[in-house]
Every structure is written in C-alpha cells, then in structure tokens.
C-alpha cells in the first residue's frame, strides 16, 4: 500500500525560482496538509484541505499557496522561493470522522540557494 | 496560539533501560497524540489519547492524558535499537478534538540508545 506519496523526494532551487510539491493519497481521506519541519523545531502547518474543493491557511502560509486537485491530490506551490523556505515539507491526510489519525509522507527535502 | 513543550530535548540511554518524557501546553487538549519520526520518514502515529486520566499501551510504549488536560507523558520500557528516533507529541489545533483541522507539534525528544 503506497499510502501518501510525496514528489521529489529532493530538490534545490535557486532563489526566485517556482516550483510545484505533489502529494496524492490513494486511502481515500478527505482531509489533506501540508507541514514544514525545520531543525529542532516539530512540524508547522502550512496550508490545510479539510475536504475536496476548499483550503485555509495554517500557522505559516505566506509565501505559499495550495491546490487540491481532485480528492487524492494536494500541491504546494513557491511562486518566488527564498532561502527561508529551505526545510523538509510533508503531506500527510486523514480520513473523515472525529478522532482520526493523519497518515504522513516521507517528506520533500528542499533547499534554496 | 497553541504551544506544546516537550522534555527532555534529547536522551541518551543504554539497551535495556526504560525511558520517560512529557509534554505540557498552556492550554487545554481534548486529544493527545504521539508520533515517532525515524531518520528520512514522516511521522508515524505510536498511540493516540481521548479521555483526560487515559492510559494506553501499545507494547512497550505506554502513553497517559493527563487529569489536567494541559499534559502528556510517554513511556518506553526495555529500549532496544529500533527505538531510536524523535518522538513528538501533538494536539488538534481546534480544542474540537478531532476535527481536520490540522495538527501542532511539540519540538520533539531525540532518542539516543548506546548499546
């Protein structure tokens, strides 16, 4: 079971350079996030899909924005990334219903020159 | 916002021993979760609690709500290698208990086992 899958795995960029993190999950959960995890600091979210056709912000939402594209797929895109934004960043989802649990990818690590 | 303090920062135990940390917030959790992070992975839910005073295990790992609801504690008896690892603990960022809201994270003890 592939769970949630994150693409790429790594990826350096330039600072001013766009680029576009894939997530989809084949569990059919409605609800979808994005987090950043920076050293010794635990994971802030970013950016959140609690069903198919709507986002909201998070704790740290600027210079992001996100598309959920269809039930399984949710992206996060840097328009102009800066050096700030150099962390490793998950998606993770969860099923609908109280108390569930999130299920995580295995992250995207990203740094910004 | 909410903040989740967790301690010790890291630990450095030998095989064998048995292991303890918490996590405390300022405020009020209706839902305390913990999650072990293995080095390349996401986290991956170890025990989830729902009730104040709960106690649950899930083998050598048990975990307890505090009366307070404001902390949590997470146990680890016989450590053996594959526990190696940061433990988080986490909380629902709406005290609606498991709404899809998104989850905040305590900063994580790093588990450190000599053999």
């Known amino acids: 079971n592939a769970g949630v899958t994150q693409t790429p795995k790594f990826q350096v960029l330039k600072t001013g350079q766009s680029m576009t993190l894939q997530c989809a999950q084949d569990m059919n959960h409605n609800s979808m996030y994005w987090y950043r995890q920076d050293p010794g600091m635990g994971l802030r979210l970013i950016y959140y899909?609690?069903?198919?056709?709507?986002?909201d912000k998070g704790e740290v939402p600027n210079g992001y924005n996100v598309s959920r594209l269809n039930k399984r797929e949710f992206s996060l895109r840097l328009e102009s990334a800066a050096p700030s934004q150099t962390s490793v960043y998950f998606c993770?989802?969860?099923?609908?219903?109280?108390?569930?649990?999130?299920?995580f990818g295995d992250g995207t690590r990203l740094s910004i020159l | 916002g909410q903040q989740l303090n967790q301690s010790p920062q890291s630990m450095f135990i030998q095989e064998g021993e048995d292991v303890s940390m918490n996590c405390t917030s300022s405020?009020?959790?209706?839902?305390w979760l913990w999650y072990k992070q293995d080095p390349g992975e996401g986290p991956v839910l170890l025990i989830a609690?729902?009730?104040?005073?709960e106690l649950t295990s899930n083998g050598r790992l048990t975990a307890q709500f505090g009366i307070t609801r404001k902390d949590s504690f997470l146990n680890i008896s016989a450590s053996i290698p594959s526990d190696v690892g940061i433990y988080f603990c986490a909380g629902p960022m709406t005290h609606s208990g498991g709404g899809a809201d998104g989850l905040t994270f305590g900063k994580g003890t790093h588990l450190i086992i000599q053999p």
């Open positions: 609690l729902y009730k104040a005073g």
């Open positions: 899909s609690a069903s198919e056709g709507t986002t």
């Open positions: 405020s009020i959790f209706n839902t």
């Open positions: 993770a989802s969860q099923a609908l219903g109280g108390n569930q649990p999130q299920h």
